[in-house]
């Protein structure tokens, strides 16, 4: 295990696509979403298990979800839990944590990761994450790690590789791509060097500190003004004042679509982003009519591509419904058609 090694966890988004399962004080990444006896959190934990000592994790969340953290990873130091007072996307977040990882550990290599995406290849995860390590430990370098694309998605950003081979497995990137219509994904997964674009990244601490200063000097100077208060009495404090003053903006515009030396690692471990239940619906598996189910006590009788979760414990028959979401929590039901679940948001207004 690599001492210097640091595993950068985000956690702290609402989930509101997941409703009725996540909601605003509880979100998805607090969840036991698949079934399976551990949170989306805990899971993104464990499979780092090896890669970096505990006392080298770090996550990012809302203030209101730190006894949620405290609770799911009590192995965590206090400390290494920092606290967003608001919401200002993934740059100020990554920021931020860079920052207080600098100053301690000046040559840290670093992970960031998002709270709530799924690997089910946790072996070769972890050889790729070893692999990628080794290579940003080495050189200036930013690198993402790209997903082979098994189909022609349009729900994901996608990177565009170059064919020279910089290290083994590992190229440098041509261009991000947005979220493309269904001909052009069809385009990109016949091209061969498209994947999609996991929001993985790994770096130096210094080589993320220069982008920032290169890129985003106001937000670097708005850091570099906290350097004192990092680790005392009076940081959240300081971040409770100055965080809200910061750009709200994702860190793929504000430094990967900008910078040189970006490269990408092709890989293929099992991963989805648990956007949506749509996407549970694919990796959970299913019965002979396409139905996934969480709940120990569910039945479903003429009915097909369906997703259910419910509360172990309640019993639920749903009979001639075909792709529909059945979810449940607490006093809260929700029934609705797969096919219009980005309308959830709309519902909940």
Sequence with gaps: MAENNHIVIMAGGIGSRFWPMSTPENPKQFIDVTGCGRTLLQLTADRFEGIAPIENMWVVTSKKYFS??????????????????CMRNTAPCIAYVSWKIKKRFPDANMVVTASDHIVTDVKEFRRVIRKSLDFTASRDAILTLGMNPTRPETGYGYIAALPDVVAPEIHRVESFREKPDFETAQAYLEAGNYFWNAGLFIWNVKTIEKAFRTFQPDMASAFDRLNDVFFTSKEQECIDEMF??????????????????????????????????????TLLSHDDAENATVGDQVTLIDSKNCVVHVPAGKRVVIQGLDGYIIAEKGDTLLICKLEEEQHIKDFLK
């Design 68 to 85: 949620l953290v405290r609770e799911q990873l009590p192995n965590l130091p206090e400390s290494n839990i920092l606290l967003e007072p």
């Design 244 to 281: 809200p003053d910061c750009t709200k903006i994702s860190i793929d515009y504000a430094v990967m679509e900008k910078a040189k030396d970006i490269y990408v690692f092709p890989a293929d471990f099992g991963w989805s982003d648990l956007g949506t239940w749509g996407s549970l619906h």
